[in-house]
């Protein structure tokens, strides 16, 4: 059950678009599409912001979009904003029937 | 609105026990898929057990399988996490979460979160 590989920090400024990557194996993102996204303010609990790899909650912005290709997840922020800088973290089904999430990545807006 | 209201944190020694619950309301809970997460202070979420609608399938991460007992109480709307032997690494907030209704199965995501309750181990 090791954490999926996601990158420290990403950052953009406003208005850009930024691709946060996260990188399993086919026993995880790679065999499944239960693959989901979280925005994480400081101090707060986890909002889901993308599930089953590109389908977004009603009420989150569609600036954030998901897809997969092989064993990489990604998660895009378009038209970057302010109140977009958070931890955000991906998370997948496993075949061991267990879920696992990813080290996490701070997105900063410059 | 949904709503889940964790509580039962503390501070507990090293091989010690705590029990966790978590109250749901607005929502159908025996028709829910619900989750435990936790996140060790400055770190990222891990997640730790999730059990079905009716409280027969149940799932664990290695790192507690054998040690914790996730339950639930439908008449009660509340969900349990029982925590044995306790470690250093428990030291947590642990986050209970309801996932999207996918039938009475698991959907492998969570829509809604409590606000946490923090669990500190001495050792």
């Known amino acids: 059950q090791s954490a999926l590989t996601q990158p420290a920090s990403v950052s953009g400024s406003p208005g850009q678009s930024i691709t946060i990557s996260c990188t399993g194996t086919s026993s995880d993102v790679g065999g499944y599409n239960f693959v989901s996204w979280y925005q994480q303010h400081p101090g707060k609990a986890p909002k889901l912001m993308i599930y089953?790899?590109?389908n977004r909650p009603s009420g989150v912005s569609d600036r954030f979009s998901g897809s997969k290709s092989g064993n990489t997840a990604s998660l895009t922020i378009s038209g970057l904003q302010a109140e977009d800088e958070a931890d955000y973290y991906c998370s997948s089904y496993t075949s061991s029937d267990t879920l696992v999430f990813g080290t996490g990545t701070r997105v900063t807006v410059l | 609105d949904v709503q889940l209201l964790e509580s039962g944190g503390g501070l507990v020694q090293s091989g010690g026990s705590l029990r966790l619950s978590c109250v749901a309301s607005g929502f159908s809970f025996n028709n829910y898929v619900v989750t435990w997460v936790r996140q060790a202070p400055g770190r990222g979420l891990e997640w730790v057990s999730l059990i079905d609608g009716s409280g027969g399938t149940k799932y664990y991460a290695d790192s507690v399988k054998g040690r914790f007992t996730i339950s639930r109480d439908n008449s009660k709307n509340t969900l349990y996490l029982q925590m044995n032997s306790l470690r250093a690494e428990d030291t947590a907030i642990y986050y209970c979460g309801r996932e999207d209704y996918c039938s009475g199965t698991s959907c492998y995501h969570v829509e809604y979160w409590g606000q946490g309750t923090l669990v500190t181990v001495s050792s």
């Open positions: 089953y790899v590109s």
